[in-house]
């Protein structure tokens, strides 16, 4: 081969090769971008719109064999603004979940009939809300009452041959009752107060435990007998209790119920409920908690129906006072607080099935909420889970129990915890989100114990944006929890969402300020009638002690919050020596003595503050008004407000909106005329979360 024919035969060889790396790059390139393409999908982050996609998993309840798990998922539509509920079940041994239930509305209040034959629920699938049972596998639906009114719960007797419910009952007048010729009158007179609580107005009616006999052959009830007839009082407690409040013996024949029987100012200055008896056979009923003056609710009968616990709080007129394990003995008419030597509050009590002095429980302790057993013969308290993560519901049988369990990176699921020798194994059941879950990177999730200014330690969750960097600097977001004894636990939240605020690039630090419990009775009660002291230094600690590492921009930061949240984001507004350059306040109090005269639950008002404004000497507390405060405001402000909410009546939001645009600072007002204390449906959520971060955005990522 002459030169020629080698220079074309090393030109096409080098051309062969050129081509073939081009090919190569291109197949290598498509590889990377699909590479690249996959990553970037199993890495999206979180957005309100994927966030109300979600399952939301509750009401756990075990077949009684211990086999199957009955529960409730709802999911919402975005587009439709409303969500539904069905009811699934699945093997306690895990495996797929079977949809029980579709329909148009929503299942609720689902139970297992005690032969484990049926299982019940609460639907509206006739045009008023009704109990209806069908099979375990979802077939043979079938009504089982026709009641005048709506049906908000029930329950089965053990021995099949009764079943309670509850109902609203009319018994108060209105003006078209006192004038029948104005029938179009649209107006409320009202001679007392708790007119209207929390987020809805009186509707004259109270609701009532009531007994019907059941027919397990027929499958139906229809007459009752109302138990408190014509009490004016609640139960289960208004507005948030259900069907834990009120409980069968196992025999049948009693029927223990949670009760405040107090009526207008005396019910808006007390938190006395009692746990009351009532004797299917005599009629009688006995309260087995008097002389008890906080709240006494959630009784749960031992499995011989000897005794009965409940959960107390000693301190009358403190909602958030330590919940004690109360243990009542039936043959002595003698009860004992359990958890005297326990400085952490109980609740969710169930008995074990096979041995009858074990009591299961879920506890708050450092910010998470764990299973407990307590033995009632020697008072030995065990704790069985551990980990940073918070169990809200528990159902035992056997030698498992089921709970839901949440965390800050993970939506409710139900989990199986083996009590196994020689350690305790949990498993997850359900996988309700894994599909979602799997495509979206969440943010770290990082525990710090900070040294307070009294030289305490305070645990301070610190969550970072999913892609962090510690090498850039972020702005830091302050979360302000509400309550105010009210835990920042490892909760997932569908509107203050810590996961979200991350997925936005914000640092958030959330701190376990004075006042909020799991860290014993002291650190908890710190903060009545010191709304302005130790709690607020608390808060700036934490902030200065996580802004002073290199990957936070001190120059950007936001304090916010709901609730107490609010009233703290108010407070700091005056009280923050230019630390801050935004802030978001959701339903804060702004005014103490407009608030005192406008808000429903006096009791909470008089132990927080010490008393009305108008008491002499005038309660400390009303110096720590954020309205004193106003004149030093020079930082952009949110503010949120919701129309029911009679908690912190929506004007607090709209006197503090109102100061800041008079003293030209910049501001805005975001008003839900339809929506409470809280945030529920899907686009005002969506619309909240959007409004949250451009906010934020505007002001500290310049």
């Given at each position: 081969?002459?030169?020629?024919?080698?220079?074309?035969?090393?030109?096409?060889?080098?051309e062969i090769?050129?081509?073939?790396?081009?090919?190569?790059?291109?197949?290598?390139?498509?590889?990377?971008i699909?590479?690249?393409?996959?990553?970037?999908?199993?890495?999206?982050?979180?957005?309100?719109?994927?966030?109300?996609?979600?399952g939301?998993?509750?009401?756990?309840?075990?077949?009684p064999?211990g086999?199957?798990?009955?529960?409730?998922?709802?999911?919402?539509?975005?587009?439709?603004?409303?969500g539904?509920?069905?009811?699934?079940?699945?093997?306690?041994?895990g495996?797929?979940?079977?949809?029980?239930?579709?329909?148009?509305?929503?299942?609720?209040?689902?139970?297992?009939?005690?032969?484990?034959?049926?299982?019940?629920y609460?639907?509206?699938?006739?045009?008023?809300?009704?109990i209806?049972?069908?099979?375990?596998?979802?077939s043979?639906k079938?009504?089982?009452?026709n009641?005048?009114g709506?049906?908000?719960?029930?329950a089965?007797?053990?021995?099949?041959?009764?079943?309670?419910?509850?109902?609203?009952v009319?018994?108060?007048?209105?003006?078209?009752?006192?004038?029948?010729?104005?029938?179009?009158?649209?107006?409320?007179?009202?001679?007392?107060?708790?007119?209207?609580?929390?987020?809805?107005?009186?509707?004259?009616s109270?609701?009532?435990?009531c007994?019907?006999?059941?027919?397990?052959?027929?499958?139906?009830?229809?007459?009752?007998?109302?138990?408190?007839?014509?009490?004016?009082?609640?139960?289960?407690?208004?507005?948030?209790?259900?069907?834990?409040?009120?409980?069968?013996?196992?025999?049948?024949?009693?029927?223990?119920?949670?009760?405040?029987?107090?009526?207008?100012?005396?019910?808006?200055?007390?938190t006395?409920?009692?746990?009351?008896i009532?004797?299917?056979?005599t009629?009688?009923?006995?309260?087995?908690?008097?002389?008890?003056y906080?709240?006494?609710?959630?009784?749960?009968?031992?499995?011989?129906?000897?005794?009965?616990?409940?959960?107390?709080?000693?301190?009358?007129?403190?909602?958030?006072?330590?919940?004690?394990i109360?243990?009542?003995?039936?043959?002595?008419?003698?009860?004992?607080?359990?958890?005297?030597?326990?400085?952490?509050?109980?609740?969710?009590?169930?008995?074990?099935?096979?041995?009858?002095?074990?009591?299961?429980?879920?506890?708050?302790?450092?910010?998470?909420?764990?299973?407990?057993?307590?033995?009632?013969?020697?008072?030995?308290i065990?704790?069985?889970?551990?980990?940073?993560?918070?169990?809200?519901?528990?159902?035992?049988?056997?030698?498992?129990?089921?709970?839901?369990?949440?965390?800050m990176?993970?939506p409710t699921?139900?989990?199986?915890?083996?009590?196994?020798?020689?350690?305790?194994k949990?498993?997850?059941?359900?996988?309700?989100?894994?599909?979602?879950?799997d495509?979206?990177?969440?943010?770290?999730?990082?525990?710090?114990?900070?040294?307070?200014?009294?030289?305490?330690?305070?645990?301070t969750?610190?969550?970072?944006p999913?892609?962090?960097?510690?090498?850039?600097?972020?702005?830091?977001?302050?979360?302000?929890?509400?309550?105010?004894?009210?835990?920042?636990?490892?909760?997932?939240?569908?509107?203050?969402?810590?996961q979200?605020?991350?997925?936005?690039?914000?640092?958030?630090?959330?701190?376990?300020?004075?006042?909020?419990?799991?860290?014993?009775?002291?650190?908890?009660?710190?903060?009545?009638?010191?709304y302005?002291?130790?709690?607020?230094?608390?808060?700036?600690?934490?902030?200065?002690t996580?802004?002073?590492?290199?990957?936070?921009?001190?120059?950007?930061?936001?304090?916010?919050?709901?609730?107490?949240?609010?009233?703290?984001?108010?407070?700091?507004?005056?009280?923050?020596?230019?630390?801050?350059?935004?802030?978001?306040?959701?339903?804060?109090?702004?005014?103490?003595?407009?608030?005192?005269?406008?808000?429903?639950?006096?009791?909470?008002?008089?132990?927080?503050?010490?008393?009305?404004y108008?008491?002499?000497?005038?309660?400390?507390?009303?110096?720590?008004?954020?309205?004193?405060?106003?004149?030093?405001?020079?930082?952009?402000?949110?503010?949120?407000?919701?129309?029911?909410?009679?908690?912190?009546?929506?004007?607090?939001?709209?006197?503090?909106?109102?100061?800041?645009?008079?003293?030209?600072?910049?501001?805005e007002?975001?008003?839900?005329?339809?929506?409470?204390?809280?945030?529920?449906?899907?686009?005002?959520?969506?619309?909240?979360?959007?409004?949250f971060?451009?906010?934020?955005?505007?002001?500290?990522?310049?």
């Amino acid at each position: 081969m002459d030169y020629f024919e080698c220079a074309i035969g090393i030109t096409l060889k080098e051309e062969i090769k050129k081509t073939n790396r081009k090919l190569m790059k291109k197949y290598f390139t498509a590889i990377l971008i699909f590479a690249i393409s996959i990553n970037l999908n199993a890495q999206n982050k979180l957005t309100p719109e994927l966030l109300w996609k979600l399952g939301r998993v509750s009401d756990v309840q075990l077949s009684p064999d211990g086999k199957t798990i009955l529960f409730g998922i709802t999911y919402y539509n975005l587009e439709e603004n409303k969500g539904n509920r069905d009811l699934y079940s699945i093997p306690v041994s895990g495996g797929k979940p079977k949809k029980l239930t579709d329909t148009k509305g929503s299942e609720y209040n689902a139970v297992w009939r005690p032969d484990g034959k049926k299982i019940a629920y609460i639907s509206a699938e006739s045009g008023s809300v009704q109990i209806w049972e069908m099979n375990p596998d979802g077939s043979g639906k079938k009504q089982i009452s026709n009641i005048e009114g709506d049906i908000n719960g029930f329950a089965y007797s053990p021995s099949m041959n009764n079943l309670l419910f509850i109902k609203d009952v009319k018994l108060d007048t209105t003006v078209n009752d006192l004038y029948p010729d104005l029938p179009k009158a649209n107006a409320m007179l009202f001679s007392n107060l708790m007119y209207r609580h929390w987020d809805s107005w009186t509707d004259f009616s109270y609701s009532h435990v009531c007994v019907a006999p059941y027919d397990t052959v027929a499958g139906k009830i229809s007459q009752y007998t109302d138990i408190m007839k014509g009490e004016r009082f609640d139960s289960p407690l208004t507005p948030d209790g259900g069907m834990e409040q009120i409980a069968w013996s196992p025999d049948g024949k009693l029927i223990a119920y949670t009760c405040k029987k107090l009526h207008g100012k005396e019910e808006a200055l007390s938190t006395n409920s009692d746990i009351y008896i009532y004797n299917l056979l005599t009629k009688q009923t006995t309260n087995i908690s008097e002389g008890m003056y906080g709240y006494d609710q959630d009784p749960a009968f031992s499995q011989d129906g000897k005794k009965i616990v409940w959960s107390s709080m000693k301190t009358a007129g403190f909602e958030s006072d330590k919940k004690r394990i109360m243990l009542y003995d039936f043959a002595t008419r003698q009860y004992s607080d359990l958890s005297e030597n326990f400085d952490q509050s109980s609740s969710n009590f169930k008995w074990d099935t096979q041995n009858k002095n074990i009591i299961y429980f879920i506890s708050g302790y450092h910010a998470t909420f764990q299973i407990y057993s307590i033995d009632i013969t020697t008072k030995k308290i065990t704790q069985i889970t551990k980990g940073i993560h918070d169990y809200t519901e528990l159902s035992a049988a056997g030698k498992s129990l089921v709970g839901a369990k949440m965390s800050m990176s993970l939506p409710t699921e139900i989990f199986r915890i083996d009590l196994v020798v020689p350690g305790i194994k949990e498993t997850q059941v359900t996988f309700t989100n894994k599909e979602i879950l799997d495509e979206i990177k969440l943010g770290k999730v990082e525990e710090r114990w900070i040294t307070t200014t009294d030289n305490k330690k305070m645990l301070t969750w610190v969550i970072y944006p999913p892609y962090f960097d510690k090498t850039k600097k972020y702005p830091a977001l302050l979360y302000c929890q509400g309550g105010p004894q009210s835990s920042v636990s490892q909760f997932w939240s569908y509107r203050w969402n810590f996961q979200m605020m991350a997925a936005n690039d914000y640092i958030v630090v959330a701190p376990n300020r004075r006042g909020l419990p799991t860290f014993g009775q002291e650190w908890n009660d710190e903060i009545s009638q010191d709304y302005g002291g130790q709690n607020m230094k608390d808060y700036l600690t934490a902030i200065d002690t996580v802004s002073s590492e290199p990957y936070v921009d001190k120059e950007h930061l936001g304090a916010v919050g709901a609730s107490y949240g609010g009233y703290s984001v108010y407070w700091l507004a005056g009280n923050h020596n230019k630390r801050f350059k935004a802030f978001i306040a959701h339903c804060g109090m702004f005014d103490f003595e407009s608030w005192y005269g406008s808000t429903e639950e006096m009791w909470f008002a008089n132990h927080d503050l010490g008393g009305a404004y108008w008491k002499i000497p005038k309660p400390k507390s009303y110096e720590f008004s954020p309205n004193k405060f106003v004149g030093k405001w020079d930082t952009p402000i949110l503010v949120i407000e919701g129309g029911y909410d009679f908690r912190i009546p929506y004007t607090q939001g709209m006197e503090a909106f109102d100061a800041a645009q008079l003293q030209g600072i910049p501001s805005e007002f975001l008003f839900f005329p339809e929506e409470s204390h809280f945030v529920l449906k899907p686009q005002n959520s969506v619309l909240w979360q959007r409004t949250f971060f451009v906010w934020l955005d505007k002001w500290l990522k310049k």
